[in-house]
Each structure stands twice: as structure tokens, then as C-alpha cells.
């Protein structure tokens, strides 16, 4: 069910405010998502701006409908700037990220990728849904009863959405009236990442899929071309044009209907100055995923089976992240159990 707006949340909210909603409140005891699945607790985001989630989108959507099969709702923005750089910040540093290579057979020969921005996602398909009460446990979506992750998602176990991203989810699907299980996050850490042409038109998406997609940080264009057309039997051919979209801080696209069937986009490489955020931008799209393949699908290109990284505020960069090592058995100190007055509390 949508929820119910107010006429004054289309406005970009008073100043006042924006002090005192702040991601990172300094008055609140920080609270975390944990799963077994995440490589480590990921921050949750303060009370009032997860409050504030919920009165978005900042401007009303404009329908971007003027081409064939294009049917785009556009809002400019979604997240006022000042709580989207404050959004940008909180995800860089907290979301575990990778940077997945994988290989192809292209004209017959197997190629390897190495896809070029960070990116990480959460979810689970239609069939199957989390235990409420106990996330580690996955139950089948009609029966309710308990499914066994490692028959049912033999390669990856699938990762519940932390709440810093779920408030966002929640808030997208009352101003769409659309119904997202995914959240898949793209880090472009400078101009030279990038998303080639493509379109997110996979069988496990159903018929004409809606994709929510946002952008915090520094700008990008975004393309949109026609898929080629065969010639129709008159020789006329339709010219379509193509489409540039300058997409800022807080801004959201909604894509929908027949535009994943006959749409290609992608954000290109770019060259030159950097924005207020340095050139990071993060994107994050929300999607339904009908079946299991697309679970599968969606872990494999964008978690992989390589190291994680984690944003590192000092070196300003992604850095190769990895679990701090456990106190291994020899050094305990067997013979004297109680530690020295001074000894740190932990041996890492
Ligand atoms: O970064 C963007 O705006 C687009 C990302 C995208 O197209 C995708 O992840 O499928
Ligand atoms: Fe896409």
C-alpha cells in the first residue's frame, strides 16, 4: 500500500531542519544491521532521517514519455542536497563493496571481464522471503515454511537489505507504488568508471519491469539510445534520439513499461573537473526479482567470489578489506589465565 503524502513534503524542507537531522546523530547510541552473510555490522541511519526518508520525494516526478517506448518518471530530486550529500558519505563508508572480473564467450572465446566501478547488492526473489524474527532463516513465500539456503541458493547465500538502504526501499515504493526486493549499489570512484549500454530487460525481471534508480554524489550523464530496429518492409526508417541526462545529487529515475525492452543506457567514462564529492558517485537501483535465477544472478555479478573493500577516510580511497584476525588459541595465555592489568582488551 502507498503511503499517504502531505502536500508540504513536495517541498525541499526548511533549513532548521536540516541541522538537526543529521545521518550520523552525535546523541544516539549507533545501531547496526548484522547477518552472517555481511562481512561486517553495517550502521543503520539515525532515527530522524530515517523519519525524514519517509516524506520524500522532495520535488514531484516528471514523466520523460516524449519517444517511443520510453516511459521515464524523473525526479529532480528525490533527496534534497543536503541530505543526499550527507547519504553519499554515510554508504560510501559503510556498505562492504567489490569489484567483481568474471568471464564471457565472446565470438566463441572465453574472455575475462573486470567490471569497472565497485558494486555491491541485497535481496532475495519473489519465492522466498526472510524470517522476520530471525533473518538468518529463509522461508518459502507461499507456504511459509523453511527452505534450505544451500539447495535453494547453492552459490550465494542470499543478504538481507541493512536498514540504511531498506528506509530508502520503503520510501520508493510509496511514491512509485512499485514493489522492490533489490537493492543493487554501483560506486564510481572517479571518471574513469562506468556502465557500458545495456538494459536490465532479464527474463527474471518479468514484463516490463520497474527500476528505481538513484544518484548521490558527484554528477554523470546518463545515455539512452533505441535498441537497433529492423528496417520496416515500406524502407522508412523511424529516427529515434538519443537521450542525455545529467543526473545530480539526489535525483531518481524511475524507468518503466516498455523501456527496458527497447532502451539501451549507460553512464560513459568521463574526463575533467571533479565535483564538490571528488568524482564519486554512488547509484543505487531498486528491482524485483520474480525467481531464484535472479537472486543467483544478481549475487554472482555483483558480490562475487573476490575481496571486499571498505572506504578509507584517511587514504580517500576503496581499500582491500579484511576481517580483523581472531585471537588464535597459542596465545592465550593458557598459564595465566587472568590478564595483566595494562594487557589491551582485545589482542588485535
Ligand atoms: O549508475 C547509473 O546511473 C546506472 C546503473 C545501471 O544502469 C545499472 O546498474 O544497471
Ligand atoms: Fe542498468
Known sequence: MAQKRTIHSFFT?????????????????????????????????????????????ARPGRPVNDQPELDLIYFEPFIPSYLAKDLFRFLRSELPFYRVEYSIKRFGVETQIRTPRYTTVFGLDHTSLFDDDNPSIILDARTHTRINIGEAYPRYSPRPIPQCLDALRKST?????????????????????????????????????AIASFSLGAARDFLMKHKPVPPPPDGQTTVFKQLKLLLASGDMILMK??????????????????????????????????????????????????????????????????????????????THPKPEKDEPEKAD
Open 257 to 334: 513499461g516498455k523501456t527496458q525492452a527497447n532502451w539501451l543506457h549507460s553512464i560513459p567514462k568521463r574526463a575533467g573537473k571533479s565535483s564538490q564529492y571528488g568524482d564519486g558517485r554512488i547509484n543505487i537501483t531498486f528491482r524485483r526479482a520474480m525467481v531464484k535465477g535472479g537472486t543467483d544472478n544478481y549475487y554472482n555479478y555483483n558480490v562475487g567470489k573476490g575481496p571486499v573493500f571498505r572506504w578509507d577516510d584517511t587514504a580517500r580511497e576503496m581499500k582491500e578489506w579484511k576481517p580483523a584476525p581472531k585471537a588464535s588459541l597459542e596465545r592465550k595465555p593458557i
Open 173 to 209: 515504493e510509496a511514491a512509485t507504488n512499485c514493489k522492490f526486493n533489490f537493492c543493487l549499489v554501483n560506486y564510481y570512484a572517479t571518471g574513469s568508471d562506468s556502465i557500458s549500454f545495456h538494459s536490465d530487460d532479464e527474463r527474471f525481471l518479468g514484463r516490463e519491469p
Open 13 to 57: 524542507p526548511d533549513p532548521k531542519k536540516q541541522r538537526i537531522a543529521t545521518i550520523a546523530d552525535e546523541d544516539e547510541t549507533p545501531t547496526y544491521s548484522s547477518h552472517n552473510t555481511y562481512p561486517f555490522p553495517i550502521r543503520d541511519l539515525s532515527k530522524s532521517i530515517t523519519k525524514e526518508l519517509t516524506s520524500l520525494p
